[in-house]
C-alpha cells in the first residue's frame, strides 16, 4: 500500500476550512455528525496505533514471534469491544507456503530459425514456480504471442478465440488493451480493470492449459520499473496452497524485458510493434512464432502458519446477512537495516487501519440499537505478502459468501488532519456509491476519484478477493485535499512517503500524528456500514462490471 509521509499537522483545524482547489467549501457551522458516529475516538485510535507499531511486535511479520502477538493483541481487544468470537475462536488459521527460486538454477532458452541463445536472470527474465510447492520446476514448448490475454465476454473480447494453447509458453502484453476513440471507456478507459493484472494473466493462462507465461514488462503501461519486478519477484514468495477447484497452474511464470520481447521474436522476423497494433483490435488471434521455449528452476519450499483475527456482532433482525469490514494487521516484519533500524512497524501501514477497525468494532457495539444485519470484522493476515489472508477467507468462508451483502476495506488511516474529499475506490464500479456518497457529503466531504486509476489500487487491497468473487466491496481510503493547506500539499505528503517511509523502518509511529482525519474517516465507514447494516437492499456491481457474472452467478445458487 503506498500513502503519505508522516509530516506535522496543526491539530488548530476546523471542519469549515477549505483547503483551496475545487474543492467545496463545508457550511459555515460545519456538518451536523450522526448521533451514531459520535462514539468514535480518536483517542482510542491512537492508542491501538502505537501499541501495534511498537517494536515489541518486531514489525508484526506473518508467522514471527512479533506477529503472533500482534494477532493475540487484535483478538483481545476485539473480545472487549463487545464482539462474540466465530464457532468459538477469535482466529481463522491461514497456511502459507513460502518458496523461494534459487537464482542460480534460473534458466531461459530460446531457439528458433538456426538460431539459440539464452536470457539472463534479472538483467533479462524473472521466473517463479507456479506451483508455490515444487521444488523443480521446468516447461518446454512453442512460444505463442496472445496479446494482452484477455477473455472478457462482458467487452465481447477474447484474444484466445478457439486456439488450443495446452502445452504452449504464452508472451503476454501488460495491462489491459487500448479504449480506442470510439469506445473510450472500453476496459475502463484510463482506469486499469483486474484484466490489466498480471495476476489475471497468469491465472487465465492456467485454465488455457498454458505450460509457461510470461508478461512482457513495459514500464508506462505497467506503472513501474524494471527494478520492482527485480526486487519482488526474486526473493520469496509466499502462496496459499492449491485451490482444488482452480485449474491446474502454469509450471514458470514470469517477466520478460521489453528488450527481450524484441529479441525473441526478432528470430523469425516478427516485430513487437506490430504484433501490439493486432492485439488492440477485437479480431486478434494467438499468433504461433515458432520459436522453441525452454525454462527450469529449484527453490527452497516451507510451510508458515499466521491467521485472521474474526469478530462478529450478530444481527438483531437478519443474522444470517453478512456485511465483512477488514484491514490487514500484517507487516514485513524485520528486514535489512536502514540507519540502524531493521524493524519495519509499519504504523500507517497498516497498523493505523487495523486500530480503526479496533475502534469501529467497539464504536458499533455500543449503540443503543443493534444492526439489522450481521458484522463480521476481519483483521486479515498476510496482506503484504498477496493479500492471502483475505483470499483464503473467500475461498473458505466463515459464513456464506451469497449472503454477505457487501465488503468495506480500510488500509490506512488518515493521521494528517481533515480532509474536504474523501476517496471511495469501488464506488463507481458498483450500486455502493450510492450509499457511501450521500454520507460522504453529511460529513463535509466530496467523492474524490482516484488520482492514478491506471495503477490499478483497487485491486492491491484486501477488499479485492472478496470483489473477484463476486461481494460488491469498498476501500475508503481517506482524501487529499487537507483543510487549511495549500493546493497539492497533499501529493507533497504522499510522495514524501513513497520515496522515504513506504516499506521501511521509517513508517513509525510520530509525535507529530493528529487524529480528527482518522476520526472523520471512521465515521464515514460507520455510517455507510450501518445504513447497509439497516436496510434490506442487495446492492450489486454495475452492468459491464467484471464482478458482476460472479455476483450473479453467486446470488442464483444460494452460496
Request: proline fraction near 6%; charge should be negative.
Amino acid at each position: 500500500m503506498i500513502r503519505h509521509s508522516m509530516l506535522p499537522l496543526l491539530t488548530a483545524l476546523v471542519l469549515n476550512a477549505c483547503a483551496g482547489g475545487d474543492a467545496p467549501p463545508a457550511d459555515a457551522e460545519g456538518p451536523v455528525v450522526d448521533p451514531a458516529a459520535s462514539g468514535i475516538q480518536g483517542a482510542d485510535i491512537e492508542r491501538h496505533l502505537r501499541t501495534l507499531s511498537d517494536d515489541r511486535f518486531q514489525g508484526r511479520g506473518p508467522g514471527s514471534e512479533g506477529g503472533d502477538a500482534a494477532i493475540q493483541y487484535v483478538a483481545e481487544q476485539f473480545a472487549a469491544a463487545g464482539l462474540e468470537p466465530v464457532d468459538g475462536s477469535w482466529l481463522q488459521a491461514v497456511p502459507m507456503i513460502g518458496n523461494t527460486p534459487d537464482p542460480r538454477s534460473a534458466t531461459l532458452r530460446i531457439a528458433g530459425e538456426g538460431e539459440v541463445f539464452d536470457g539472463v536472470f534479472r538483467d533479462d527474465f524473472v521466473i517463479w514456480a507456479g506451483d508455490p510447492e515444487a521444488r523443480s520446476s521446468s516447461a518446454s514448448g512453442e512460444l505463442v504471442f496472445v496479446g494482452y490475454g484477455v477473455s472478457a465476454p462482458e467487452n465481447q473480447w477474447d484474444d484466445f478465440g478457439d486456439v488450443d494453447l495446452t502445452g504452449k509458453v504464452l508472451m503476454i502484453l501488460v495491462s489491459d488493451p487500448p479504449a480506442p476513440a470510439d469506445e473510450p471507456d472500453l476496459f475502463g478507459g484510463r482506469a486499469m480493470t483486474y484484466y490489466g493484472r498480471w495476476t489475471y494473466k497468469f491465472e487465465e493462462a492456467a485454465r488455457q492449459g498454458a505450460a509457461a507465461a510470461f508478461v512482457v514488462h513495459d514500464t508506462e503501461p505497467a506503472g513501474y520499473g524494471w527494478n520492482v519486478v527485480t526486487g519482488s519477484w526474486t526473493g520469496e514468495q509466499f502462496s496459499l496452497p492449491a485451490d482444488p477447484g482452480a485449474p491446474a497452474p502454469v509450471a514458470v511464470e514470469g517477466w520478460l524485458t521489453l528488450r527481450l520481447a524484441e529479441e525473441i521474436l526478432g528470430v523469425t522476423g516478427l516485430e513487437i510493434e506490430e504484433l501490439q497494433a493486432q492485439a488492440a483490435r477485437r479480431d486478434f488471434q494467438p499468433v504461433a512464432t515458432g520459436i522453441q521455449v525452454s525454462t527450469s528452476l529449484t527453490s527452497a519450499v516451507r510451510t508458515v502458519d499466521t491467521h485472521n483475527v474474526v469478530g462478529v456482532l450478530r444481527g438483531g433482525e437478519r443474522p444470517d446477512e453478512i456485511i465483512t469490514l477488514t484491514s490487514h494487521h500484517d507487516h514485513l516484519g524485520v528486514g535489512e537495516p536502514v540507519n540502524g533500524d531493521a524493524i519495519y512497524n509499519g504504523a500507517y501501514d497498516n497498523a493505523s487501519g487495523t486500530a480503526m477497525l479496533i475502534e469501529l468494532a467497539d464504536a458499533i457495539s455500543h449503540l443503543d440499537a443493534r444492526p439489522a444485519r450481521s458484522l463480521l470484522f476481519i483483521a486479515t493476515a498476510a496482506e503484504e505478502q498477496g493479500l492471502l489472508g483475505a483470499e483464503w477467507y473467500v475461498q473458505n468462508p466463515l459464513y456464506p459468501l451469497a449472503r454477505t451483502v457487501a465488503e468495506i476495506n480500510m488500509d490506512g488511516a488518515n493521521l494528517w488532519g481533515e480532509t474536504d474529499d474523501v476517496i471511495a475506490m469501488g464506488a463507481d464500479r458498483s450500486e455502493l456509491g450510492a450509499v457511501v456518497e450521500p454520507r460522504a457529503a453529511e460529513l463535509g466531504m466530496y467523492l474524490a476519484p482516484d488520482a492514478e486509476p491506471e495503477k490499478g489500487f483497487f485491486f492491491r487491497s484486501d477488499h479485492f478477493p472478496f470483489a473477484k468473487a463476486g461481494v460488491p466491496a469498498l476501500y475508503i481510503e481517506h482524501g487529499r485535499v487537507y483543510r487549511n493547506r495549500p493546493e497539492g500539499w497533499g501529493q507533497q505528503v504522499l510522495d514524501d512517503f513513497t520515496a522515504n517511509r513506504y516499506h521501511g523502518p521509517a513508517d513509525e509511529y510520530l509525535e507529530e500524528f493528529v487524529f480528527e482525519g482518522a476520526v472523520q474517516q471512521a465515521q464515514l465507514i460507520l455510517l455507510t456500514t450501518l445504513d447497509l447494516a439497516n436496510s434490506d437492499a442487495w446492492p450489486n456491481w454495475n452492468e459491464g462490471s467484471e464482478f458482476r457474472a460472479a455476483r450473479d452467478a453467486m446470488m442464483m445458487g444460494g452460496g
